[in-house]
């Protein structure tokens, strides 16, 4: 927090039950709101209704983020080996 702050940017504290719209889950995890529905449809991300309305709690939404990107990092460490695997066998 004190690097971003030294940057010059914003920081926001916010409580990890706290409740989160569609909208904001969106924001945070850098994805659409139907990929927001359909992580919460599969189980991927816990939600309750508020009326008609679904909300997640922003634990469950950084968790899903961290998850997100472990797996970000393995396909990109994946696609790096394979790259590798190519060149090195003239492959294509």
Request: with cysteine; hydrophobic share 45%.
């Amino acid at each position: 927090m004190v690097n971003f702050l030294i940057a010059g940017r914003g920081v926001v504290l916010l409580e990890e039950d706290r409740d989160l719209t569609l909208n904001e889950a969106s924001e945070i995890l850098g994805i659409s709101r139907a990929l927001v529905v359909q992580r919460m449809e599969v189980g991927d991300l816990p939600f309750r209704y508020v009326g008609l309305n679904r909300h997640c709690l922003l634990r469950d939404v950084l968790s899903l983020r961290d998850k997100i990107g472990v797996q970000q990092r393995a396909m990109d460490e994946m696609a790096k080996i394979l790259e590798e695997l190519i060149d090195k066998h003239e492959l294509f």
